[in-house]
């Protein structure tokens, strides 16, 4: 059974740390998601990628937020450094991207705790 | 730009009940792809009915069927004869007419199911 996998589930840090994010999209998918899901503002995108070439990545804090795509099997979300309003739930998400648009396969997402 | 928007913030109906979960969106694309997707209490985010905007046929799958309104700029979904299991936050999301664009999400419908 497919499935997009984030690690950690849950993390929780102190203000100032660096905390890493990191997916790994199902296999054969060529674009991935990261979005924020906060009680306030919902579910935002962050970022995402097509054949591991950023294409968006307006939504991201650019000072304290890098996403990247080492290869096609792992996506890292960094957050350096960290601050207690970065808390929320973050999801990667991944499709095969194609003429005709798909659905997006979401993870489970790492719920993150800035104390 | 693009938008979604669930007016319906949340909704309790009893099981049995008919529900309809409202969904309007704007975009300038001619082109564009709407999607549901569902997230129970675990978190996790549920992919449920992806639709073409080319494509007005409604669609239904068991007890649920969605209504494509080209016309009004809706997607509304219903669910028949509720369960307890439906309990979830629906989220209606909207995506462009380039390959691999990102689904824009709507604020999300919290539904409550009672027995």
């Known amino acids: 059974d497919a499935r997009v996998t984030q690690t950690p589930r849950h993390k929780v840090t102190e203000m100032g740390q660096e905390v890493t994010m990191r997916c790994q999209p199902i296999l054969g998918h060529n674009t991935v998601f990261w979005y924020r899901q906060t009680m306030m503002q919902g579910l935002e995108l962050l970022a995402y990628?097509?054949?591991?070439?950023?294409?968006?990545d307006s939504g991201m804090p650019k000072d304290r937020f890098s996403a990247e795509m080492p290869d096609a099997t792992l996506a890292t979300l960094k957050i350096q450094p960290s601050e207690p309003r970065d808390s929320a739930v973050y999801f990667c998400?991944?499709?095969?991207?194609?003429?005709?648009?798909?659905?997006?396969?979401f993870g489970q997402g790492t719920r993150l705790t800035v104390v | 730009a693009q938008k979604v928007t669930q007016a319906q913030t949340e909704i309790s109906v009893v099981e049995k009940e008919d529900v309809t979960l409202d969904c309007v969106y704007e975009t300038r694309d001619t082109t564009y792809y709407l999607f549901w997707y569902k997230q129970p209490p675990s978190g996790e985010l549920v992919f449920l009915i992806r639709?073409?905007?080319?494509?007005?046929q409604n669609e239904i799958s068991g007890r649920y069927s969605w209504n494509f309104q080209k016309s009004t700029s809706s997607f509304n979904f219903t669910i028949t004869a509720s369960q307890v299991v439906d309990s979830a936050v629906y989220f209606c999301a909207l995506s462009g007419n380039q390959a691999g664009t990102a689904l824009i999400f709507g604020k999300g419908t919290t539904l409550s199911v009672s027995s």
């Open positions: 998400a991944s499709g095969l991207s194609s003429a005709l648009n798909t659905e997006a396969f």
């Open positions: 990628f097509r054949n591991r070439a950023p294409l968006d």
């Open positions: 639709r073409n905007s080319f494509d007005e």
